[in-house]
């Protein structure tokens, strides 16, 4: 071959490699990102883990506020009452079928001293026999008897009755979280009027300690009276709970003992797991903390991304008042999607490209660890593919208060994607049943949980 022949075809060959790239760059600038604004609603959503809620025992048939927590407290005298290691689980859990048939989860609390409770003794009356020693406490007017805190009879038997709850529950799915009960006054770790009777620091340490190892999956949270105990907690990312709210007098003093951790920051704290609370005076309280102090009691729940209320307060879900309505929004996480911004066309060789605006409109994130994924549906609502979203910022544990921008590539090469067109719908997917379950404050929906993000039209690149 000539060389004037080989020097041609080379040109000719650079000239056609030039001309492709001219008309891909020319077809790239002539499809820009489509912003997708997203409907919103403003409707109260029922989601998982926040909210107001009541005890098992109380069955509302009809909430007009959603609930989505029950409230179960019980002694050891109930789960462990004739026999060691011979435990009443059907009894504790009685009352709880009917709330998880509704998709509720439950909270539990552990007690050994309930001043209300119908038994003078609220640990089993076996132990007796074990040599433990046992003190009479009064307060508000109710009477009983607590065990010597630091008998080493006491701990070791403590341990293990804590162990068998954390077999049983800790991977359990009807489980919400579980607060740190035990020691105290209805388990909220204090003997007050009555702190003669107190346990020492390290007895109380080994009590702690035995639901951090017993509780290795779920959520802990605290009662918030006892500070050192506390202070000791949160450092394992343990939550806390309030058990008093609601006048200026009880948020003013759990206001201090929080100031007087050694991090003292709740919002901090509050990233990692629950705060939750309940009113001071039952029902009655709850109604007129609304009533007195609406605007404080919310600044209250905000400043302290709160994401539950119960079970005192309950009432609120029986009666749809804007209030109440105003109170469950508040509470917890409620995340909405703003607007998407996504290829509007793309041929089969490239990659997706999203960017999604989205908002926390509550106080609190979202606790556990749930994915998040997309779906690409075609024109007649079929799911074609599914991908978990594994970029940074994607998890709804990361979506704090306040707005959030996200981004991720979906590789559509390789999915042998038809030309047509799609629609882009998210979930965040309940690991125990592998389906979406979050709602969001979005109109466009499936009905399955997942929403709409927006849409794209893939083209042949032949296509004229």
């Known amino acids: 071959m000539c060389p004037k022949c080989q020097i041609w ?13 001219f008309l891909l760059l020319i077809f790239h600038c002539s499809v820009l990102a489509k912003t997708t604004f997203l409907e919103k609603t403003d409707l109260p959503l029922a989601n998982p883990y926040k909210g107001i809620y009541t005890q098992v025992s109380n ?19 109930e789960l462990e009452p004739t026999k060691r290691n011979q435990f009443k689980w059907k009894k504790i859990e009685k009352d709880w079928k009917w709330h998880t048939d509704k998709g509720r989860n439950i909270v539990i609390r552990f007690k050994i001293a309930d001043p209300w409770s119908s038994d003078d003794q609220d640990y089993p009356v076996w132990l007796d026999t074990k040599g433990i020693k046992k003190n009479r406490y009064f307060i508000d007017g109710g009477t009983g008897v607590v065990p010597d805190w630091d008998s080493e009879t006491f701990l070791i038997e403590h341990e293990r009755i804590i162990i068998a709850l954390g077999k049983r529950y800790d ?51 605290m009662p918030f009276d006892d500070i050192k105990a506390l202070n ?30 050694s991090s003292r920051n709740i919002t901090e704290i509050a990233k990692k797991s629950f705060i939750v609370g309940e009113f001071c005076g039952g029902e009655d309280g709850a ?12 600044d209250f729940i905000k400043k302290n991304h709160s994401s539950s209320i119960g079970p005192a307060g309950g009432n609120f879900l029986s009666t749809r008042t804007e209030v109440g309505i105003k109170l469950h929004k508040t509470l917890g996480y409620r995340f909405v999607l703003e607007h998407s911004e996504i290829n509007e066309s793309i041929v089969t060789f490239e990659n997706l490209q999203i960017i999604l605006s989205l908002k926390n409109e509550g106080v609190a994130p979202f606790y556990y660890d749930w994915r998040t994924k997309l779906f690409i549906k075609d024109g007649h609502d079929r799911v074609r593919f599914e991908y978990y979203v594994l970029d940074d910022g994607w998890s709804a544990k990361s979506w704090i208060s306040g707005d959030h921008r996200l981004k991720t590539t979906i590789p559509i090469a390789g999915l042998n994607l038809p030309p047509g067109s799609y629609s882009i719908y998210l979930g965040i997917e309940d690991p125990n049943t592998l389906k979406s379950r979050i709602n969001f404050a979005n109109s466009k929906h499936d009905k399955q949980h997942r ?7 893939i083209r042949d690149l032949n296509e004229k």
């Open 9 to 21: 075809r080379k040109e000719k060959w650079a000239m056609r490699v030039i001309l492709n790239i």
């Open 59 to 77: 069955k509302i048939s009809r909430t007009l506020v959603p609930q989505s927590l029950a409230y179960s407290s019980f002694t050891w005298r």
């Open 171 to 221: 991977k359990d799915p009807r489980i919400a979280w579980v607060e740190v009960g035990s020691y105290g006054n209805w388990g909220e770790w204090h003997m007050f009027e009555n702190e003669m009777l107190s346990a020492n620091l390290s007895s109380k340490f080994r009590i702690m300690n035995s639901y951090i190892k017993a509780f290795p999956s779920k959520k802990l949270v």
């Open 232 to 261: 000791y907690m949160v450092k394992f990312g343990v939550g806390i709970r309030n058990d008093c709210l609601g006048t200026p007098d009880s948020n003013r003093w759990f206001s201090e003992r929080i100031n007087k951790l």
């Open 287 to 298: 109604r007129k903390a609304l009533a007195l102090y609406p605007d404080e009691n919310f």
């Open 451 to 457: 929403y709409f993000v927006g849409s794209f039209v």
